[in-house]
């Protein structure tokens, strides 16, 4: 009967690996249209280097907020897949909304665009608290890691599809009928990623203690653990984000980049970005999860240098390369999975909030930096310098926990709750 059950969760388990790596798949194909050419729509729409920042920024500050009612809406429903169902599909107009813009008369459509990305982060930031929780209740601890190696690489791989198609097709169709069809399409391929994450179910073995400990008020601050995922979250968000929204406006100006060479260029990025997501397990256990990191945002930096220095365009895809692949193992692999070794299961939906809260308001204030300096009149070549120099600053911070006094006050024991401890 033990063997039975036991068989019975392994291949619930395997059923989940299934649609979660499905579900990022054709999420992948989505995030094509708005990674890599939403900013290039923008310019197009006419936007300025602040309305870029607003873009990348405004979603991050609706995020932080909307991510605090991550634990009181899965509460109302119970079942933490049920209650992704409506922000999970709210989540997804982000694809839609865009298509809109150009609908509106000309001289408010950087904002409506603006409106348009930062609308859907609100059931964004409940969908991810809400998304973190069905993960660690629907695939065992052991197995985490793989999975988040697996997703990177089939999101990276559908990414990389859809830029490819998507650019073709932006090239050859007017503008912006071009832009409104991609992003009809990428809709199309969210809903289908919404359809297997609503497949998954959580196993019993692991939802039985979230669901005792959901009542309980947990403060993740308090741990200082988490307080060190928080500081490295921060400072490679800020630092790799504070050029983001500049750089395609860079390679667009200055350069000439079309359609056709930003999805060359995300291609790069994606491929790069697919090998360092197979490898990323291997170099945690040879290095440890902090060495990855800090190595990783210093070949971020590298990959700004580049792109601010090169004398010809199709030398920045070097650029691509050690972007995509830095960028996977500081941030997609190596952070989550250092949240995941600090992050109590009991008390995930907590410690999801907290983890969301401090990247949004990281995401907020890194692009901002780039975009206010341009906007300033620094010259783009020098505002690349700048979000070099920061990234290459976060390495040894990470690398080395130059920062670590702070978190070496010793952890509270938590204190008992009714119901878990005899």
């Known amino acids: 009967m033990l063997s039975e059950l036991n068989n019975n969760t392994a291949a619930a388990e395997q059923s989940n690996f299934h649609h979660f790596v499905l579900d990022i798949a054709w999420f992948g194909l989505a995030l094509a249209a708005t990674t890599r050419f939403l900013s290039v729509y923008a310019i197009r729409l006419g936007a300025t280097p602040v309305d870029l920042g607003w873009i990348s920024s405004l979603p991050a500050l609706v995020l932080i907020i909307s991510a605090a009612l991550g634990g009181w809406w899965m509460r109302r429903y119970g079942d933490p897949v049920k209650a992704l169902f409506m922000p999970g599909l709210g989540y997804r107009l982000m694809f839609l909304l865009p298509a809109l813009v150009p609908f509106v008369p000309p001289q408010w459509q950087p904002l409506a665009l603006i409106l348009a990305v930062a609308i859907p982060a609100l059931p964004q930031g409940i969908a991810g608290v809400n998304f973190i929780v069905v993960m660690r209740e629907a695939i065992v601890p052991q197995h985490m890691t793989r999975l988040v190696s697996r997703r990177m690489v089939a999101m990276n791989v559908t990414i990389g599809i859809g830029a490819l198609a998507f650019g073709i097709w932006l090239e050859k169709a007017p503008f912006p009928f071009n832009y409104q069809i991609m992003f009809l399409l ?41 307080r060190q995922v928080a500081l490295v979250a921060a400072i490679i968000h800020i630092a790799f984000y504070s050029i983001v929204p500049i750089t395609p406006l860079y390679l667009v100006e200055r350069m000439d980049a079309t359609e056709g060479f930003m999805a060359l260029f995300g291609m790069m990025e994606l491929a790069a970005g697919a090998l360092v997501a197979l490898l990323s397990p291997r170099i945690i256990q040879r290095i440890g999860t902090r060495a990855m990191i800090g190595l990783a945002m210093v070949g971020t930096a590298l990959a700004a240098i580049i792109i601010a220095t090169a004398p010809h365009l199709y030398l920045t895809l070097i650029a691509a390369l050690l972007s995509g692949g830095a960028w996977t193992a500081a941030a997609n692999v190596g952070l989550f999975s250092f949240f995941n070794e600090s992050a109590p299961h009991e008390d995930m939906a907590a410690y999801s909030t907290a983890y ?4 949004g308001v990281s995401m907020f204030i890194g692009p901002m930096i780039g975009s ?29 926990n130059l920062l670590g006094r702070l978190f070496r006050r010793p952890e509270r024991a938590p204190l008992p709750v009714e119901g878990l401890n005899p």
Do not use: Y
Not at 200 to 206: M, T, Y
């Open 372 to 400: 206010h300096l341009a906007s300033s009149g620094i010259d783009l070549v020098l505002v690349m310098m700048v979000g070099a120099a920061l990234r290459l600053l976060a390495g040894p911070l990470i690398e080395h």
């Open 186 to 226: 990428a809709f199309g391929a969210a809903l289908v990623s919404q359809w297997h994450c609503m497949r998954i179910n959580v196993l019993p073995n692991l939802a039985s203690k979230a669901a005792i400990r959901q009542t309980a008020k947990v403060n993740a601050w308090k741990s200082p653990r988490f």
């Open 356 to 359: 969301h809260q401090i990247i």
